[in-house]
């Protein structure tokens, strides 16, 4: 493809502005990409775009669908919203990169993922850490077998909550399963395959919560702790809330048979590796390899896939189990009960 990639955007909150807005900057001034229209419901935010040769500006999303000229649309409004533009974007041909999390229900999920399967366009679906260096660093010596079969594993991803925007603590937003635990999920799934079991416990720690000058009352659990059996002995942790003021060191441990595994920092902004391993029975931090590396690069990624014509290496397939994943993990802190899991995750490949 000689062209740039002509990107129409639907959703101007703050993984717009904080996020992709800037990578839609650098990609638009390498001659990559160009942003051709975008749509928010407030007017207002058209004042934030700022790029060369103003982009159009609408608030109805379906301009942006019918934009024949439009090939990659981005949907980052609110969860509620997700699965419902993104199938009439798949439905009109354009590739789609959807903000997670892909759905509020399976159906909605299981029906983007046929859809996906039909459309001329593909569908990509953040989060977008299988992309991440590091990850596939961690990937390549797990398939080497560098700490033998994996066991167990522990993963932690919190913070003290958005102040940003009151629908993160609604049932609609998902609270921190959706916002936070699909990273911690995506990551060892990706690693491990699938869940066949989730268990859980959560709850409401404030009822609560200031947002901006508003008092938002909380329906979505803000503090969970999931448990997953990947069979065969093979279990694994992942605390996700929104009542953790502070963390640091690894986030995310692989306890094998011949080692263990630790990655620093968050899996969405890793700092390197740490490792030991039986042979040696010492430490040793691999420095991180791709610094630069942005969460948000799934936005790169889509329009490299566009441009080479290569299908996209994270799939919807993967997205719709890590969704399972969340909303039996909901049902299991609700009921008490593990909960049994029927999708299952395509083959990673590690580059």
């Given at each position: 493809m000689a062209?740039?990639?002509?990107?129409?955007?639907?959703?101007?909150g703050s993984v717009m502005q904080d996020g992709y807005l800037p990578i839609a900057r650098d990609l638009q001034a390498r001659g990559l990409a160009v942003l051709r229209v975008v749509c928010d419901s407030d007017p207002g935010r058209a004042a934030l775009l700022q790029l060369p040769g103003q982009p159009a500006?609408?608030?109805d999303y379906r301009a942006?669908?019918?934009d024949d000229a439009v090939e990659l649309v981005l949907v980052l409004t609110p969860p509620a919203s997700h699965a419902s533009i993104a199938?009439?974007?798949l439905r009109h041909g354009?590739?789609?990169l959807l903000e997670k999390p892909m759905a509020l229900s399976l159906g909605e999920a299981a029906d983007l993922v046929t859809l996906a399967a039909r459309s001329p366009g593909f569908l990509i679906v953040a989060p977008h850490i299988v992309l991440s260096p590091t990850y596939q660093q961690i990937g390549r010596f797990l398939r080497q077998g560098m700490i033998g079969t994996v066991v167990a594993a522990r993963g932690l991803c919190g913070h003290s909550g958005p102040d940003w925007s009151g629908w993160y603590y609604q049932a609609g937003g998902g609270g921190p399963l959706f916002d936070l635990a699909v990273y911690n999920v995506t990551s060892l799934t990706g690693w491990l395959g699938p869940v066949r079991r989730v268990g859980a416990v959560t709850g409401i720690t404030a009822p609560e919560r200031r947002v901006g000058d508003r008092r938002v009352q909380v329906s979505a659990?803000?503090?969970a702790m999931l448990l997953l059996d990947f069979g065969d002995a093979t279990f694994a942790s992942v605390t996700s809330s929104f009542a953790i003021q502070q963390y640091r060191d690894a986030t995310i441990e692989l306890y094998g048979t011949h080692g263990t595994i630790r990655l620093q920092g968050d899996d969405w902004a890793p700092r390197g590796i740490d490792r030991w391993l039986t042979a040696t029975?010492?430490?040793e931090h691999l420095d991180e390899p791709a610094p630069e590396w942005s969460y948000l690069d799934g936005l790169r990624h889509a329009v490299s896939c566009i441009r080479s014509g290569s299908p996209p290496m994270n799939a919807p397939e993967h997205a719709y189990h890590v969704l399972e994943v969340l909303l039996k993990a909901r049902e299991a802190g609700r009921t008490g009960q593990m909960q049994p899991i029927e999708s299952t995750v395509p083959r990673l490949t590690f580059e």
């Open positions: 062209h740039p990639v002509r990107i129409g955007i639907i959703g101007c500006f609408t608030t942006v669908l019918a199938a009439d974007a354009k590739h789609v659990e803000d503090n029975g010492t430490w």
